[in-house]
């Protein structure tokens, strides 16, 4: 339960003002994100819009689904990654907030910055991760195990590549503090 703003999550929600590569990449980063978050939002209704006509088809008229599934998955995974940027950019994923009352503001800033750190390294191992698999399924081809068989790369990119501009956030977000641009 939250009592009042958290320093963590209240006060960093817009784009950052002042000049400087940090402040620069943040605003670029806030028009992508704003784009990837209709696109993401049709992927989601996309999904939605599959998975009921799968449900209706196979109890309606016992047609056979091979396709919808999928589909809906590679939206799904698509709308995940590629918006992961735009929640961290929010500050928008789910955080405990047991020692935010209990520490000073300089103390959170610290605290935040030290995990926005940790979270960068996870993060960039899961990208190069990312963009290891995408290589490979692209490289031998590889698709799924349906009678569709969509290539597995369109997931495998789709996932790099949000985390991709969610590690590209994270450094802006670690980069910000000591540029002494200011969020408005």
Known sequence: MSHGPLPDRDDATDVAAGKGLAATVDRGLAICNSIIIVFAAIALVAACAILSYSVLSRAL????????????VFLLVGATFMTASYVQQHRGHIGIEAFVGLLSPLANRVRLWLVDLATLLFCGFFTWKSWTLAHEAYVDGQVSNSMWSPPLAIPYVLMAIGMSLLCIQILVQLALPFTGAQRR
Request: net charge negative; no cysteine; charged share 25%.
């Open 61 to 72: 008229f016992k047609a056979a689904n091979y396709w919808q599934d999928e589909a809906a």
